[in-house]
């Protein structure tokens, strides 16, 4: 299902936009479309892959001394799912 989006952008844009679909044969909202869906799978993809999960920024270990490392494992709720 698609829907209408009323927005604003730069003139120039705009007309490098409408010079591309009519070299393209295609309509301007299909060039959009097509350029927001690559636009939003690439900003997926680096947050998917840009950041480093805990274990592998530290290596699978992290440096905690064993009295701190006793108070968390007292905590209440610790075991709790």
Known sequence: MKKKVGTM???SLIYQAK???VSK???LSQL???ALRM???SMDSKTRF???HVSQST??????S????KTIMEEEGVYET
Do not use: F, N, T, W
């Open 66 to 69: 064993p009295s701190v490392l």
């Open 19 to 21: 010079k591309v679909a």
């Open 39 to 41: 636009y939003l799978l």
């Open 59 to 64: 290596r699978g270990s992290m440096s905690i």
């Open 25 to 27: 044969k295609q309509p």
């Open 9 to 11: 952008l730069d003139e």
């Open 32 to 34: 959009l479309e097509d």
């Open 50 to 52: 840009g950041r480093k």
